[in-house]
């Protein structure tokens, strides 16, 4: 009981800012739907599809790697790689925003303005420092200094949005949430942690970059074919990009509602005893499947009547879409457990990765074909199907250590592997 009291204590902040986060972006979506139009909405879709593969770039490895790399060092040596991760990172988000922000007007065909700024403002959230607090275990930081700023700024310009009808505005004001966010949340770390000296030097971000690869490959893997689909819908069939962008959403919003879940088995499956650990995947693997199921169905026969709801009646969901979506969602609440909270706790990262590499050339294989054949629905299949091949492959690799437990590769991770997204938008 007192362990179950602790581990609420660590997460309750974590779990706030989720629930802050959550609520901002849903009652963001009809706000930008409503008051600045289909065009906006798709404007603003495509453009962080496109910050969305170029955040993976721009944060190079630090929120994944991060908070274990901060937990497992002493105190006196966390102020220099904090540093020495912003600048690498501002070396980063400066070459990225060359390319992605030309890239972002070109696809979206919609306001150059509004193009940019949203992907900047989606680049930019990689400078913030969440996974710093992570791995110190500051939660109330974590929300103050990092998560608060952000949501400010998304809802002053969803008022302003409001006001004027001019999206331009909401995105600007959601920028400089991220600005100061990122400013007041580094320079909290760099105050109280020292043994860093300031330096612009590129060749020392340059090298600050080794042994980052590998984390920076998966999660490029992975955010390839997650934000790829918006673009796809774009240039393809763009009279269903909004539309196919609001599902995506929703999908997101849902997952990002069972963060908080995600964390917790995070920390509850590590256990020193090898009977132990794998009594505690066993069930985390069954609660996975478990949530899935409740999770699909629900967002199958409620996602048109939400779609709805939150557009003010201009979108809403086919039901042949919010089946090819709920099937793609059950598969990603399913391996958000299975991986992260059991395969890392067991040693078994490798899997993870390899998870992910079979998910992306499955999709990138499906999608487009699927997409000319059979349009957006199609599409959604071609995503759903690459996540059921992410899980089939965790599940083929759990139900073989369960079997056999003398397979297990070494002594399994001590604690969770956490790793810290970019701030959900609108």
């Avoid at 690459?386 to 397979?407: C, K, N, Y």
Wanted: net charge positive.
């Amino acid at each position: 009981m007192i362990g179950s009291r602790r581990l609420f204590r660590a997460t309750g902040g974590y779990g706030l800012s989720v629930i802050v986060s959550g609520l901002v972006s849903i009652a963001v979506i009809p706000a930008v739907i409503i008051a600045a139009g289909e065009t906006a909405w798709t404007t603003i879709a495509v453009s962080q599809a496109v910050a969305g593969f170029a955040f993976v770039i721009a944060a190079f490895g630090w929120g994944v790697t991060g908070p274990t790399d901060v937990a497992g060092r002493p105190v006196s040596a966390r102020g220099r790689y904090f540093f020495d991760s912003v600048l690498s990172r501002v070396w980063l988000n400066a070459a990225v925003l060359i390319v992605a922000i030309p890239l972002a007007i070109a696809l979206s065909r919609g306001d150059p303005w509004l193009a940019a700024l949203t992907v900047t403002s989606g680049i930019l959230v990689s400078l913030g420092s969440g996974w710093f607090y992570v791995g110190e275990k500051s939660p109330m930081r974590f929300l103050l200094l990092d998560s608060m700023p952000r949501v400010a700024g998304t809802v002053a310009g969803a008022l302003v949005l409001v006001g004027t009808g001019d999206a331009r505005w909401f995105a600007g004001l959601q920028l400089l949430g991220v600005i100061i966010a990122a400013v007041v949340s580094g320079a909290d770390i760099l105050r109280r942690h020292g043994g860093w000296a300031f330096t612009l030097s590129p060749v020392r971000a340059a090298r600050n970059l080794r042994g980052q690869s590998a984390p920076v490959t998966m999660a490029a893997t992975a955010s390839l074919y997650v934000n790829v689909p918006v673009v796809i819908v774009q240039i393809f069939i763009p009279s269903a990009t909004a539309v196919y962008a609001l599902a995506e959403r929703m999908v997101r919003l849902s997952l990002y509602a069972t963060r908080p879940v995600v964390q917790v088995a995070q920390g509850y499956v590590p256990a020193p005893e090898i009977e132990r650990l794998l009594t505690r995947a066993r069930r985390v693997t069954l609660l996975a499947l478990v949530l899935a199921v409740a999770g699909g169905l629900a967002f199958g026969l409620l996602s048109p009547w939400v779609s709805g709801l939150l557009s003010g009646g201009a979108l809403v969901l086919p039901w042949a879409l919010a089946a090819a979506m709920a099937v793609n969602l059950a598969a990603l609440l399913a391996s958000q457990l299975t991986g992260f909270a059991c395969l890392t706790a067991l040693g078994l990262a490798k899997v993870l990765a390899r998870s992910t590499i079979v998910g992306a050339i499955v999709g990138t294989a499906l999608m487009i074909p699927l997409t000319l054949w059979f349009g957006v629905v199609g599409l959604a299949w071609g995503l759903a199907i690459s996540e059921i091949a992410v899980l089939g492959v965790q599940l083929f690799a759990l139900r073989t250590v369960f079997r056999h437990p003398e397979r297990l590769p070494g002594r399994p991770a001590d604690g969770p592997v956490d790793g810290i997204e970019p701030s959900l938008e609108p």
